[in-house]
């Protein structure tokens, strides 16, 4: 809920940026984005507070957007959020006013276990498990089951620069 202080419930928080001014968490259970101002104050953000079980249907202004569970958030030099949707594979882009649009993955069946290079919705995440913007403005992303790291640019294309084993070493 929003507040001031521990008034606030940021429960089940998993990841946190910092930009404009202000922490923004996110996380699961609560399917949205908060903003906390550096008195204490806690505001949603993006996301209407319902799960999206359904890929890139949920986009779309502050309020109506949905999320799944967040594990990754980081934000550019524009102040664009960017996220890193674990239970819906994908990466996703939320304006500073709170409006959101899916990148790059998808939770579609034939992706859902595997990491595949490819552009928007082609491209595969196993999923990713955090982000971050590099200098360039690409984004560089983890995925958690894949053991790999992913650059998405702007436009969408995604591509593997390491990784693709697992085990140890």
């Known amino acids: 809920t929003e507040g001031k202080g521990k008034a606030a419930n940021v429960r089940n928080i998993y990841a946190l940026a910092y930009g404009n001014g202000a922490v923004f968490a996110g996380g699961s259970s609560c399917y949205r984005i908060n903003r906390i101002q550096p008195d204490g104050t806690v505001k949603f953000f993006s996301g209407s507070g319902s799960y999206s079980s359904t890929p890139y249907t949920y986009d779309g202004p502050k ?5 799944g569970t967040i594990y990754g958030l980081d934000m550019d030099s524009a ?40 552009t928007g919705k082609q491209a595969g995440f196993y999923y990713p498990y955090d982000l971050a913007v590099g200098a360039s403005g690409d984004i560089f992303a983890v995925t958690h089951y894949g053991h790999r790291i992913r650059k998405i640019t702007a436009g969408g294309q995604v591509t593997t620069v390491a990784g693709g084993k697992s085990g140890l070493g």
């Open 63 to 67: 309020t109506s957007a949905r999320y």
């Open 79 to 118: 102040g664009f959020l960017w996220v890193a949707d674990y239970s819906q594979k994908s990466i996703r882009r939320v304006a500073p006013d709170g409006s959101v649009q899916t990148i790059a993955g998808s939770s579609s069946s034939s992706l859902w276990t595997k990491d595949v290079d490819g």
